[in-house]
């Protein structure tokens, strides 16, 4: 196959940026969608021109590193399917296809078409875990959790954390990634004396790190690797609005007290 | 008899193996609480073995310095292991204990690793659960509540944990989170983006590390009262393996070249169920967790080169070659004899697919006897991701699969406090050596690295740190100036070849050369060729080599360039072990030594040891110690899973 590829390149954060046409031939069908770039790259370092740089590494679709905006769509046409998991064989022989990077206000452009997302860190250190010290943990039989409860906090917990939900967000959004923790340890008993606090402090962080409110596209749900579900969403809502209503009331108790 | 190299001392305690971990923690100096945070450590690699370790430490009170080369710690290699992780729970009452755990681990790596390492494993693996489950894993669970197992190969009880093919990417979340927390609370500086390229020694101990900032490229510079290193394993050394594609073993590798010892290096183990090779422009070979083995059944089919489809295969003319060779175990037959089961029938001509490499893994039995809900619910992202792949579906033919380098046991000498020959230089997870022998059974490599991390690393080290109080130590010292000016050296050596061949290439060859000759099975001759091949290759690269573009900020392929030129060293010290080892055991298989029907034959009064080189020069061969093993314990028999 022979590919032409128009591809997002940005020499630094400030830098402005512009698509640079290519031409790939050699392309397999078999061959993943980076693996194309990979040969792109090699022609390029071979004519003594800057490779395009990309973020990838386990490249079976877990780790979540990979991220790019193929024809429009992050993660490109599949459903359920991360960059690096995306074959050749789903586009035509002689096709034009257009890569960008994933854009949000969270997410800086770091160079060509890999962007910082250390925002879902700095998320995840405002409470996306049980505060449990190593050692400290009763026999893991002693609490008997539901199988469908188990299940349940599973497909939230399936999350890799790629960033293609915010991309694929009109407003930019990082809900279904917070609602997807959020959900698995509100699901949980043992996540369960942490979960106002937990909600909130995490929206909060949310919001500072300049991403968007959900408006209810459901665009995240349907770019999502992983197919989490919009329902985590749901919840995050839930759980933030007792989390905001238990701290109004300590609010209002300490007023009333002074 | 072995002689005990006087560099190697294991520190292995007195007394029965039941109390030797109890009894030396009890007697393992303490730092006082109060001066914990004037300590800092350093720990590299944030997997499970090196993000449990840094959170943990924190949560002591530690000062913790933790570096990732991804963009984030939660995205460290072990997110990838999917089928499980053993612990001797024996919540299926079907007769597990530590001592079958132990037992187990014990001969599945064919009896070539320390009994105390691993009876200490095999203790601390329930704990393990308790701490996972309790800091929010979605383990899978019964009905009634409680949690799930299922089998693993080289074991006949039922001891595997699991979250449905995501075991690893769950754990590590675990480990992710505790350290998020501690990052929160400010007893963990997370340094993302940053690549280790030398180790600082001050006064024979280990003081810091200089890293490569790859976002800037800038040289960082960062002191510490001890170092930690958890940054995985080598397989990628073989350019086409079921490891990430930055896997890399550069910072092991600038610790043995500063004279930490590094063990048994040809110890790799080699997993029988992954994709096959489909062709040239391929980054990497996609793993299918070894879980489908519970249900799945091997076979080839009876005549050479068939070319029906498999579903139009009779029964009758088909061969489950493990089930027949293997009645006992059968498809659960351990990897390193489920890989060579595989290469010998293609290699003799039976195999499938357009390569004539690849065996058939054929659901269709369980699916009948399970029905398809619940196989996709066992096994469904799995499936998925073959379908993907491949282009066919796995719920309607059998997949094809063949074996690919996959884990190494080999990796940084350590002693019983995971210490290596550097005083105040530790090693975790894959990227030591110590419990896994010749061959690694499936669900272990999570249990080790959480054992590790969580556990053991955060009890030593206090016993060195007690002994070394805090000196204010700075990076202004002279040894990181010399240690940076040494990387930024090395890298413009590299930047400066500027000849005609890609990294790629160089990879793609020393990958071939170590396929064909320190791969799956091995003999003398060619392990001879190796070493003169990857010598050549080497000498060439340094000549030939084409980074491309001399920018040193964000330069993915100068990344690359800087490892390949590990690896291909690296590459000659495994092959250098390999042939200095004359008997084969388990993952390490000498074509010399096999019995007739094609089984590994070891020689104990020889090679029960283990093997650590010592870096001398430049291009110079490296001397061999070794470290007896005794086993007091288990009784040496040839392995059998018939």
Redesign the interface.
């Known amino acids: 196959m022979k590919i032409e590829v128009k591809i997002w390149r940005q020499a630094g954060p400030t830098e402005p940026g512009a698509l640079a046409t290519y031409t790939v031939d050699d392309v397999l069908p078999d061959m993943s969608f980076l693996e194309m770039l990979d040969g792109l790259n090699e022609q390029l370092v071979a004519r003594g021109e800057r490779p395009v740089e990309f973020d990838s590494d386990c490249r079976e679709g877990i780790c979540g590193t990979c991220g790019l905006v193929i024809n429009g769509a992050a993660h490109g046409p599949q459903q359920a399917c991360t960059s690096c998991e995306l074959r050749m064989r789903h586009f035509d022989d002689g096709a034009t296809i257009t890569v960008e990077p994933f854009r949000a206000r969270g997410f800086p452009v770091v160079r060509d078409l890999v962007v910082d997302r250390s925002a879902f860190d700095r998320i995840m250190q405002q409470g996306g875990y049980i505060s449990v010290n190593t050692g400290s943990a009763p026999d893991a039989n002693a609490m008997p959790i539901a199988k469908e409860v188990a299940d349940r906090a599973m497909d939230a917990a399936a999350c890799i954390g790629c960033g293609a939900c915010v991309a694929a967000c009109p407003n930019g959004s990082a809900s279904l990634f917070v609602g997807a923790k959020v959900a698995q340890l509100a699901l949980l008993p043992q996540g369960d004396a942490e979960r106002k606090r937990r909600a909130v402090a995490m929206v909060q962080q949310m919001d500072a790190e300049g991403f968007g409110n959900c408006s209810n596209h459901a665009e995240c749900e349907a770019a999502c690797p992983k197919s989490i579900s919009v329902d985590h969403i749901a919840r995050l809502r839930s759980e933030y609005r007792k989390g905001a209503w238990a701290a109004l009331r300590r609010n209002e108790k300490r007023n009333d007290q002074r | 008899m072995i002689a005990q190299s006087p560099l190697l001392d294991d520190r292995i305690p007195a007394g029965p193996i039941q109390h030797k971990w109890s009894e030396h923690k009890a007697g393992i100096k303490l730092v006082n609480p109060a001066n914990k945070r004037k300590y800092t450590v350093i720990v590299v690699g944030t997997g499970l073995a090196g993000g449990?370790a840094a959170?943990?430490l924190a949560?002591l009170g530690y000062n913790v310095l933790s570096f990732c080369i991804?963009?984030?710690?939660?995205?460290a290699?072990s997110?990838?292991a999917q089928g499980g992780i053993n612990a001797a729970?024996n919540?299926q009452n079907d007769g597990d204990s530590v001592w079958r755990l132990f037992y187990d681990t014990i001969k599945g790596g064919d009896f070539r690793a320390r009994e105390a390492n691993v009876y200490r494993l095999a203790e601390l693996s329930a704990?393990i659960?308790?701490?996972?489950?309790?800091?929010?894993v979605?383990?899978?669970?019964?009905?009634?509540?409680?949690?799930a197992n299922r089998s693993f190969g080289g074991a006949q009880v039922s001891r595997t944990f699991y979250?449905?093919g995501?075991t690893?990417?769950?754990l590590l979340?675990g480990a992710?989170?505790?350290l998020?927390?501690q990052?929160?609370a400010g007893r963990v500086s997370?340094f993302?983006r940053r690549e280790m390229l030398e180790l600082v020694q001050v006064e024979g101990r280990a003081r810091g590390i200089i890293c490569r900032n790859l976002?800037t490229g800038a040289i960082e510079k960062y002191a510490a009262d001890a170092v930690c290193m958890a940054t995985g394993g080598y397989s990628t050394v073989f350019y086409l393996s079921t490891n990430?594609?930055?896997c890399n073993a550069t910072a092991i590798w600038r610790c043995y070249k500063q004279g930490a010892l590094f063990a048994n290096p040809c110890f790799t183990q080699i997993h029988p169920t992954c994709l096959p090779q489909?062709?040239e422009?391929?980054?990497?070979l996609?793993?299918m967790s070894e879980s489908l083995r519970n249900d799945g059944r091997v076979w080839v089919p009876k005549q050479k080169g068939d070319a029906r489809p498999p579903q139009e295969i009779p029964e009758a003319e088909r061969d489950y070659f493990l089930e027949r060779r293997y009645p006992a175990f059968g498809n659960l037959a351990p990897r390193d004899i489920a890989s060579r089961a595989a290469k010998a029938v293609c290699d003799d001509g039976f195999g499938v697919g357009s390569t004539g490499y690849s065996v058939y893994l054929d659901f269709a039995e369980a699916t009948e006897r399970l029905g398809a809900d619940v196989m996709r619910e066992r096994y469904g992202n799995l499936f998925?991701?073959y379908h993907?792949?491949?282009?066919e579906n796995p719920y309607q033919r059998p997949m094809r699969i063949y074996p690919a380098p996959h884990y190494t046991m080999g990796g940084l000498w350590v002693d019983y406090n995971l210490m290596t020959t550097i005083p105040g230089l530790y090693a975790l997870g894959e990227a030591n050596f110590s419990d896994h022998g010749a061959n690694r059974l499936g669900a272990s490599a999570l249990m080790q690295g959480l054992a590790d991390g969580?556990?053991i690393l955060?009890a030593t080290i206090a016993d060195y740190l007690a002994d070394h109080r805090p000196d204010g130590l700075g990076t202004d010292h002279e040894a990181f100036t010399t240690a940076a000016a040494t990387v930024e050296e090395r890298t413009r050596h590299l930047l400066g070849v500027n000849g005609k061949q890609?990294v790629?290439d160089f990879h793609w060859e020393l990958g071939r050369i170590m396929w064909e000759q320190v791969g799956m099975a091995r003999n003398e001759k060619g392990l001879r060729q190796a070493i003169t091949d990857i010598r050549t290759l080497r000498a060439d690269y340094w000549r030939n080599v084409?980074?491309?573009?001399a920018?040193t900020?964000?330069?993915?392929?100068l990344e690359f360039a800087g490892r390949v030129a590990d690896f291909l060293e690296l590459g000659e010290l495994m092959a250098r072990d390999a042939l200095e080892r004359v008997e084969s055991c388990g993952g390490h298989f000498r074509e010399e030594f096999q019995t007739a029907d094609g089984e590994a034959v070891r020689d104990d009064p020889n090679f029960s040891h283990v093997a650590a080189w010592q870096h001398t020069a430049e291009d110079k061969v490296p001397t061999r110690h070794t470290e007896p093993l005794d086993f007091e314990y288990v009784e040496l028999t040839q392995r059998s899973y018939k």
């Open positions: 449990a959170a943990t949560e991804q963009d984030s710690p939660r995205r290699h997110v990838a729970k919540y704990g659960i308790d701490q996972c489950v309790a800091a929010g979605p383990f899978a669970r019964e009905y009634g509540g409680t949690l979250a449905r995501q690893g990417q769950q979340l992710y989170g505790a998020m927390r990052v929160a997370l993302p976002v990430a594609v930055n489909s062709g422009g391929q980054s990497k996609t793993l998925a991701m993907e792949i491949t282009g969580y556990f955060p890609s790629r084409k980074v491309g573009s920018d900020d964000l330069n993915k392929n």
